[in-house]
């Protein structure tokens, strides 16, 4: 069964440093987003991406934040300078266009800001 | 805009008891809902979801859930608990007026006692 795979499963960075969370999404699906859950609450949403461009995000999602689809297959979160609240469980997803509304999510990464 | 309420961020059953966690939702437009199960530092794993049609939808593991309109509802239930449900449950919409992201609620910690 197709799924969506996410690497590294767990990153640990020094505050300040940039991080780049991968994923590679269901192959025919089109739509794409990142969601954070902090420990112990709410899946929240940052982004979502399609036709090659941002088509929403949040407030969450400020300057510090980046999402590139570099090639066919994967499709990247940068964080470009951490802070220690940005430590939390990052989540991709993506869904089809037939069938935008069900998105199929990763395993996550969780992203440790020391 | 579309929201998501979860009633109760703790439930305890005895294993072999009804489980029932319970949801409620805000929409505009006809709702897509999903229950999403979270085990102890995993990802997201789709449980049902409600598109249209069949008001009365089973999932995976046992889990069945009823979309009631007139009750902005969508609880999850369970007839008889396994000491393997133990986990956070997440209701969510999908939001249809702004884009496709899911839209999380604050999620229920589902404890089984032996």
């Known amino acids: 069964e197709p799924e969506v795979t996410q690497t590294p499963s767990h990153q640990v960075t020094q505050m300040g440093q940039e991080v780049i969370l991968r994923c590679v999404p269901i192959s025919n699906h089109l739509y794409f987003y990142w969601y954070r859950q902090i420990l112990g609450q709410k899946v929240e949403f940052l982004v979502s991406f399609y036709n090659n461009e941002i088509s929403e995000k949040s407030e969450i999602f400020d300057d510090q934040f980046s999402v590139e689809r570099p090639d066919g297959s994967n499709f990247t979160l940068k964080i470009r300078s951490t802070k220690l609240e940005d430590s939390a469980m990052y989540f991709c997803?993506?869904?089809?266009?037939?069938?935008?509304?069900?998105?199929?999510f990763g395993q996550g990464t969780r992203l440790t800001v020391v | 805009a579309q929201s998501v309420t979860q009633l109760g961020s703790h439930v305890s059953v005895s294993e072999g008891a009804l489980v029932l966690l319970r949801c409620n939702y805000s929409?505009?437009?006809?709702?897509?809902l999903f229950w999403y199960v979270q085990y102890p530092n995993q990802g997201l794993q789709l449980l049902l979801k409600?598109?249209?049609?069949?008001?009365l939808v089973k999932g995976i593991n046992g889990f069945e859930a009823e979309f009631k309109k007139s009750e902005t509802s969508f609880h999850l239930t369970k007839p008889s608990a396994h000491m393997s449900d133990a986990a956070e449950y997440f209701c969510a919409v999908s939001d249809l007026t702004g884009g496709f992201k899911t839209i999380f609620g604050a999620g229920t910690r589902l404890f089984v006692k032996a």
């Open positions: 929409s505009s437009v006809p709702p897509y």
């Open positions: 997803a993506s869904s089809d266009r037939g069938a935008p509304t069900e998105a199929f």
């Open positions: 409600y598109t249209t049609g069949a008001t």
